[in-house]
């Protein structure tokens, strides 16, 4: 539990646009990161997550020190930490974390501060982790938001934009949100399909992916193999059917997509269907 002191300063910092007078901001920034997976939802969410991220973003530390914290989040004790859950709402930890580093890696596409052996690390243990990610709830009322998977999307989106991932990793990324978003263990309803379209918008807007793959890529997410039993194949079903509707109605009214909003429609015809 972060110390009354503590809070009392970052709830300071909130209301003073986070300029984090009279504080040794490295030292401030481990507190939070020991902190990052906190059980209370106010203090996670309202004051460790916004102070934190102000304190990566801001230019309040520098490059080395940006390094080090980002290999200290992509590390067994942070971005893999109990991926078994045998500790009681770990994901928290693991969640906030990939939030963080969403982060980072915005701060990189802005300075290009990152050193490009961490950022192709992080890309590399970031994948690993989704994969393995099993807790996806989005929404607990113990301890207020989890959301994994929409911090996941939302650390995808820097993903796509960093110029060093050309078309291989792009794609990799494309597959990974693929395998993943067809579950059929439950239903995604916490904004995941727009967070994780934002992703794919930004890994398209690279225009460095030709047609025949993103038509396959669309063409994958309706082949999926549905539960004979209920209410799993509603799960599975209306995941995809969701996030292919949310990607189609982003790009609907773009003359270059059009053969994006051409291939949803037929998928959805043709694929996705509970009968």
């Known amino acids: 539990m972060l110390e009354q002191k503590t809070v009392e300063y970052l709830k300071k910092q909130k209301k003073s646009n986070f300029e984090f007078e009279k504080a040794d901001k490295l030292e401030l920034a481990h507190v939070l990161i020991e902190h990052i997976g906190e059980h209370d939802s106010e203090l996670r969410d309202e004051l460790i997550y916004p102070n934190l991220a102000h304190l990566l973003f801001d230019k309040h530390l520098d490059e080395t020190d940006l390094n080090k914290i980002t290999k200290l989040l992509i590390s067994e004790k942070y971005l893999h930490f109990d991926l078994e859950n045998y500790v009681e709402y770990s994901v928290l930890t693991r969640s906030f974390t990939v939030l963080q580093l969403a982060v980072l890696v915005g701060v990189h596409n802005r300075d290009f501060i990152i050193h490009g052996k961490i950022i192709q690390d992080l890309y590399e243990k970031f994948l690993d982790y989704f994969a393995k990610e099993e807790d996806k709830r989005g929404y607990d009322e113990e301890v207020g938001f989890m959301h994994s998977m929409a911090h996941a999307a939302d650390l995808f989106a820097q993903l796509m934009k960093v110029e060093l991932f050309r078309q291989n990793e792009i794609k990799t990324m494309f597959k990974a949100i693929t395998d993943k978003y067809k579950t ?19 890994g398209l807007e690279r225009d460095i992916l030709d047609q025949d793959f993103i038509e396959g890529w669309i063409t994958d997410l309706g082949n999926f193999r549905k539960p004979k039993v209920f209410p799993q194949a509603y799960f599975i079903t209306n995941n995809v059917k969701v996030f292919l509707r949310s ?23 043709e694929k996705v269907k509970l009968k």
């Open 184 to 202: 059929k263990e439950m239903f995604f309803m916490y904004d995941e399909d727009e967070r994780f379209v934002n992703a794919i918008m930004n």
């Open 247 to 269: 990607l189609y109605f982003r790009v609907v009214d773009e003359d270059k997509y059009q053969f994006v909003a051409k291939k949803i429609k037929q998928v959805l015809k």
